[in-house]
């Protein structure tokens, strides 16, 4: 059976997190994983202009940010991985959120001016990858390569 990874947006006003998602959904999905990605209409919109053939995400697994986290609070829905974006602290609350509604091994991608602020909040279990990026991609890629070679 497919393992299937959940990429979690929250509001995209940091250009770093559109491009990090895709370029993790990438990599999940060269690993051999289904990827869904649940977002704000925003975030969601903008994967889809910034990946319009579906190479690295499918149109029919994206899913609306609320619709998500009430199919995860009902178990109609669960991954085996869930990577939440966080660089504020809404982002925050989804990721508390989804360790108490999943299963799923809980990734935070903390990035942003407070990156180490925010990732000093997180008081329960989950793998933090934290880089205090805004515009620039590559600290953050460079940490989501290190744990992909640990999943593999």
Do not use: W
Request: charged share 25%; hydrophobic share 45%.
């Amino acid at each position: 059976m497919t393992k299937k990874a959940l990429l979690l947006l929250g509001c995209p006003e940091l250009p770093v997190q559109t491009g990090t998602a895709l370029y993790l959904a990438s990599e999940l999905k060269e690993a051999g994983l289904e990827v869904f990605v649940a977002g704000t209409d925003a975030a969601l919109r903008l994967l889809e202009v910034s990946d319009p053939r579906g190479c690295y995400v499918d149109a029919e697994r994206m899913k609306n940010l609320d619709t998500c986290i009430g199919a995860l609070a009902e178990k109609r829905l669960d991954f085996d991985l869930c990577a939440v974006f966080v660089h504020n602290d809404a982002g925050l609350s989804y990721l508390a959120t989804i360790r108490s509604i999943s299963k799923a091994k809980l990734f935070a991608i903390i990035f942003g001016r407070d990156a180490e602020t925010l990732a000093g909040q997180i008081d329960f279990e989950c793998e933090k990858l934290v880089a205090k990026a805004v515009h620039n991609p590559m600290p953050l890629k460079e940490r989501i390569d290190a744990t992909i070679k640990e999943l593999r």
